[in-house]
C-alpha cells in the first residue's frame, strides 16, 4: 500500500486592486496643516474683533453676554472652515484606490476624520505652547485695563471712603485707620460670620473719634457700610455666577463645534476624493 502525495495548501492570493496601503498619511498630514493654519489666522482674527469690541471703561463696548454669543458664532464658523479646507485637501491628495466605491467612501471618511483630529491635537500643542508666553501679554492687559478706568475704585475702598469722610481732617492721621478699616471691610465682605459684636463696636467708636462725630451719627454710618458690603457681596456672587455659566457654555459650545467639525472634515474628503478620481477618469479616458 503506497502512501498518497499529499498536496501543499494553496496560499491565498490578495488581489492587485486591494494591494496599496489603506490610509495615506502624507495627505493626511497635508491636511491637517492646511487645517491648523487657516483656524490660526481666524483665531487671531477673532481675537482682534474682540479686543475692538471689548472696553475697559464701564458702559462701552460690548455686554459679556454678547461677546460669548458672539464668541461661540466665530468658534463654529472657524471649525467649518477649517474642516472644509483640511478634509478636502487630504481627500484631494490621496492615492486612488481600485477597489469597491463603499470602501473607497469609507476610506475617504477616515481620512477626513484623521485629519481633523492631527489637526485639532496640533492646535492643543500650539495653544498649550502660547499659553505660556501669552500670559505674561494677558496679564498686561489686564493691568492696563484695570489701572486705566480711575473713577472705579474697588467697593472696599469706596465703603471705607465712606465711613472716614471727615472734611478738614488730617490725611495722615486717618491713614492707619483707614488702612485697618480697609482690612476689616474686606474680611466682611469675603466672610460675613467672621465679624462679631465686639467688631462692630470698635468700628463705631473708632469712626467716631477718628472723624469726631457723634456715636449715633457713627453708628448710622457703620450700619450703611454694612449694607452696602452686603450688596458688594451679592454683585460679587453674580459676577462669578455668570461668569462661571459663561465658561461652561463655552465649553460646551466648543466640543459640539468639534464633533460638527470632524463630522465637515469627513464629508469635505469624501468630497474632495470623488472630485480627485473623476479628475482623473476625465484626464485618461480617450
Known sequence: MTDAPIAAP??????????????????????????????????????????????????????????SIVTIIWLIFTQILASVLGGYIAGRTRLRWSIH?????????????????????FMFVVAGIAAGGGALGATAVTAAAVHSEEGAPAPATIITDR??????????????????????????????????????????????????????????????????MDAARAEARDEVDTARAASATLAIATALAM????FV?????????????GLEDRLISP
Do not use: K
Open 10 to 67: 494553496v496560499a491565498a492570493t490578495t488581489p492587485a486592486r486591494w494591494a496599496g496601503p489603506a490610509i495615506s498619511w502624507s495627505a493626511v498630514f497635508a491636511g491637517a496643516f492646511a487645517a491648523g493654519g487657516l483656524t490660526i489666522i481666524l483665531v487671531i482674527l477673532g481675537s482682534a474683533f474682540g479686543f475692538g469690541a471689548m472696553s475697559p471703561f464701564a458702559g462701552d463696548g460690548l455686554s459679556l453676554t454678547t461677546i
Open 259 to 262: 464633533l460638527f467639525g470632524a
Open 101 to 121: 466605491a463603499d470602501e473607497v467612501f469609507f476610506r475617504d471618511s477616515v481620512h477626513g476624520f484623521l485629519t481633523w483630529a492631527v489637526a485639532t491635537a
Open 163 to 228: 465711613l472716614y469722610r471727615a472734611p478738614g481732617a488730617d490725611p495722615e492721621a486717618l491713614a492707619s485707620a483707614r488702612q485697618e478699616a480697609d482690612r476689616f471691610v474686606v474680611r466682611a465682605i469675603a466672610d460675613p460670620d467672621s465679624v462679631t459684636a465686639e467688631d462692630r463696636a470698635w468700628l463705631v467708636e473708632d469712626v467716631a473719634e477718628r472723624t469726631a462725630i457723634g456715636v449715633n451719627e457713627a453708628d448710622a454710618r457703620v450700619q450703611a457700610a454694612f449694607a452696602q
Open 265 to 277: 472634515a469627513s464629508a469635505a474628503a469624501i468630497f474632495g476624493g470623488r472630485e480627485r478620481d
